[in-house]
Nanobody, 126 residues
């Protein structure tokens, strides 16, 4: 069974940076579009960023565009989210997600997700 594992979360001051990573066991990431979602306390989980299986196509939520960068290393089966200029409103649990089907287009929709990580906490202080 595929298991996704996030790492790299933590506490950072506003304006700072963090780099999240997502790895996998029991399967592969390289043929799948991958996404990051986040859930803040008291709010619904929301889309953050997505990347196509080849890495050529990327998509971002408007709230993180020009601050966050999603990337992938298919040789090492990892996906990353570089978060710059962090704001207090970026505080959330961040989830790595694998598309339900291989070679699909990057998705913003949770219904298209086949596997989720457990999440990693990102806290941005003022």
């Amino acid at each position: 069974q595929v298991q996704l594992e996030e790492s790299g979360g933590g506490l950072v001051q506003g304006g700072g940076s963090l780099r999240l990573s997502c790895g996998v066991s029991g399967g592969t990431l390289s043929r799948y579009s991958m996404s990051w979602f986040r859930q803040a306390p008291g709010k619904e989980r929301e889309f953050v960023a997505a990347i196509g299986w080849s890495g050529r196509n990327t998509y971002y939520a408007d709230s993180v565009k020009d601050r966050f960068t999603i990337s992938r290393d298919n040789a090492n089966n990892t996906v990353h989210l570089l978060m710059n200029s962090l704001r207090t409103e970026d505080t959330a649990v961040y989830y790595c997600a694998r598309d339900r089907h291989p070679f699909g287009v990057p998705t913003r929709r949770q219904v298209d997700i086949g596997s989720w990580g457990q999440g990693t906490q990102v806290t941005v202080s003022s």
